[in-house]
């Protein structure tokens, strides 16, 4: 290695690599902007014109309850090993935790974030959130904490940098149900994942 290029590493390495505290964020629309009320109501608009269900309740525990409610009991429910969800009452569901299965009919997992301006759900892997709930099942429910509701991208990017030493292994960013028009131009549900996403 010639002695130039060792030098110009020696001094890369030496000035190390910008922590995610130091980052400049982008210049963030003021649609991306929105605060509480107006934030969740901008989420909310977005999600359903995306497709998706959203049903509010009033805390964790009113959630297998609205499961019921949207699905009936008789769907077999994958359920994230999320500490949010382990120790709700289940009863009158068939409940399994773990990972996504193809035979699973629903899945129920929890947000890491959401996204205002495109009513966006982030979903970040760990051994609380298999990515294959995500994908898997028929139907996905995603609990999701208003409090979480950032209003940009960028928001989303910088609580996922400050909350983890390192990022997460995976990070799926889901806009609606899944779908394609590419036959046709017409609309298919369930293309690459879900068919149904409801938003608690």
């Not at 297998?64 to 949207?70: D, M, T």
């Not at 382990?86 to 569901?93: E, F, I, R």
């Not at 950032?150 to 899944?178: C, F, M």
Request: without cysteine; glycine residues 8%; charged residues 20%.
């Amino acid at each position: 290695m010639s002695s130039a290029r060792t030098e110009i590493l020696g001094r890369l390495k030496k000035a190390g690599r910008p922590g995610p505290r130091n980052r400049v964020l982008a210049l963030i629309p003021k649609r991306g902007q929105a605060k509480g009320k107006d934030r969740t109501n901008m989420f909310v608009a977005e999600a359903k014109y995306s497709l998706a269900e959203v049903v509010r309740v009033q805390n964790l525990g009113s959630v297998p309850a609205a499961v019921v409610k949207i699905l009936g009991t008789s769907l077999k429910v994958k359920v994230a090993p999320h500490p949010d969800l382990q120790g709700l009452d289940w009863t009158g569901l068939k409940v399994q935790f773990g990972r996504g299965a193809a035979d699973d009919d629903v899945a129920v997992s929890v947000a890491f974030g959401a996204v205002a301006e495109t009513g966006t759900l982030v979903l970040r892997s760990g051994k609380d959130a298999p990515t294959t709930l995500n994908f898997l099942p028929d139907v996905h429910v995603v609990v999701l904490h208003e409090q979480d509701i950032a209003g940009n991208y960028e928001a989303v990017w910088q609580k996922l940098l400050y909350e983890n030493d390192q990022l997460p292994r995976t990070v799926n960013w889901i806009t609606g149900p899944s779908r394609t028009a590419d036959i046709e131009q017409t609309m298919l549900l369930g293309a690459h994942g879900p068919r149904k996403l409801v938003i608690l």
